[in-house]
DNA sequence: CCTACCGATCGGTAGG
DNA sequence: CCTACCGATCGGTAGG
């Protein structure tokens, strides 16, 4: 139990900590991540580190639950917004692809690393994902036309998802051109009739 | 220096050794997988298993080429055959899915363990990824009006890469039905024009 | 936040 | 393929 009444300072050296964890565990993996290395990127020893966190663990499920509740908050602002079901679409794919291009490290944590998570903290995770899944499956439903809206919505949220594991902020495209690009894609078809 | 020339039953035991040790490091992650677990799994010793193999990342090296093997061999075939782009792209898409729908466990291994090789492997299959993607940027630009060839490649490879995260084999949708389902939202967008 | 340390487990090897 | 073992490193703790 660290951390009970956490000081302005102290959660700011917890934000530290998180931030180098994420960093480490997104280039090597959560389990190829030793708390020695998370100490040496914070300035300190291993076991100094149990001042401010629980366990190794415990690191894993802020780095990912922060990342959810971005994905979370972003969406569902936009299911909640007055638009077309299109003008929604195309909102939602530039909000998911902001959240990534802005925290890349804990983007990949949070696609992937999250299965590293044992118990209830694996529990939650897997709940938080189902509902972001089912918000992007309300948005599609609302599409004209949608005929199945379990393939719309997995081949939708297939591009948001990869977006992780190629978009480069120091590339040619901003966030939001990509999702702009993908979503006139999705809508009118490679075959460009529209 | 293992199995220099493989003998029939060594090569079996190999192929026993690889495929327990697939399923383990897409389950738990190559790092959180022991010697002694992949032993276990196999019927032995950890250290029997080093009659068999050089290492540990020996294993991880040959499920990732055997199954980037797959994906390549098969989509080649596609890219090599006599078809329209549409048609490529549904044999394309056919292919992968069937890839990662025979072998669920080397596909995750493929898509996101081989991040943990070291070295020459890791540059080697890397190489490997390049030259898939080579292909499916290949048949994509074939595509007639593509205006934006490399925005429908990353697309079309979202798609199909993002699978192996959500196929079941007892699901209700038999891998050609996915990529089916896929390559006709596609084509024709979520509009539904066509 | 450091010193000093714990038991457990890791990948791998020698010798048979 | 087993017995027996190696040095290294792991996550974490007690006490200050």
Same mark, same amino acid.
């Not at 290395?37 to 690191?59: F, N, P, Q, W």
């Not at 393939?151 to 902020?169: E, F, H």
């Given at each position: 139990?660290?951390?009970?009444?956490?000081?302005?300072?102290?959660?700011?050296?917890?934000?530290?900590?998180?931030?180098?964890?994420?960093?480490?565990?997104?280039?090597?993996?959560?389990?190829?991540?030793?708390?020695?290395?998370?100490?040496?990127?914070?300035?300190?020893?291993?076991?100094?580190?149990?001042?401010?966190?629980?366990?190794?663990?415990?690191?894993?499920?802020?780095?990912?639950?922060?990342?959810?509740?971005?994905?979370?908050?972003?969406?569902?602002?936009?299911?909640? %917004?007055?638009?077309?079901?299109?003008?929604?679409?195309?909102?939602?794919?530039?909000?998911?692809?902001?959240?990534?291009?802005?925290?890349?490290?804990?983007?990949?944590?949070?696609?992937?690393?999250?299965?590293?998570?044992?118990?209830?903290?694996?529990?939650?995770?897997?709940?938080?994902?189902? @509902?972001?899944?089912?918000?992007?499956?309300?948005?599609?439903?609302?599409?004209?036309?949608?005929?199945?809206?379990?393939?719309? #919505?997995?081949?939708?949220?297939?591009?948001?998802?990869?977006?992780?594991?190629?978009?480069?902020?120091?590339?040619?495209? %901003?966030?939001?051109?990509?999702?702009? #690009?993908?979503?006139?894609?999705?809508?009118?078809?490679? @075959?460009?009739?529209?």
């Amino acid at each position: 139990m660290a951390v009970r009444a956490p000081t302005v300072a102290g959660q700011a050296r917890r934000d530290q900590i998180l931030e180098a964890s994420a960093r480490l565990f997104s280039e090597r993996g959560y389990h190829a991540t030793s708390m020695r290395e998370i100490g040496e990127a914070t300035g300190m020893l291993a076991g100094s580190l149990y001042a401010h966190i629980d366990g190794k663990e415990d690191l894993l499920f802020g780095i990912v639950q922060r990342a959810a509740g971005a994905f979370l908050d972003r969406v569902k602002a936009v299911r909640d %917004s007055e638009a077309s079901a299109e003008e929604k679409l195309r909102r939602a794919m530039r909000a998911h692809v902001e959240v990534v291009a802005g925290d890349l490290e804990a983007a990949r944590v949070f696609h992937h690393e999250w299965r590293a998570l044992t118990g209830r903290r694996r529990t939650e995770v897997r709940k938080l994902r189902r @509902r972001y899944e089912g918000l992007w499956d309300e948005i599609v439903r609302e599409l004209p036309g949608a005929t199945d809206p379990k393939a719309a #919505r997995l081949l939708v949220l297939s591009a948001a998802n990869w977006t992780y594991t190629w978009y480069r902020p120091d590339g040619p495209m %901003s966030p939001q051109q990509v999702a702009d #690009r993908f979503t006139d894609l999705l809508l009118e078809g490679l @075959r460009g009739g529209g």
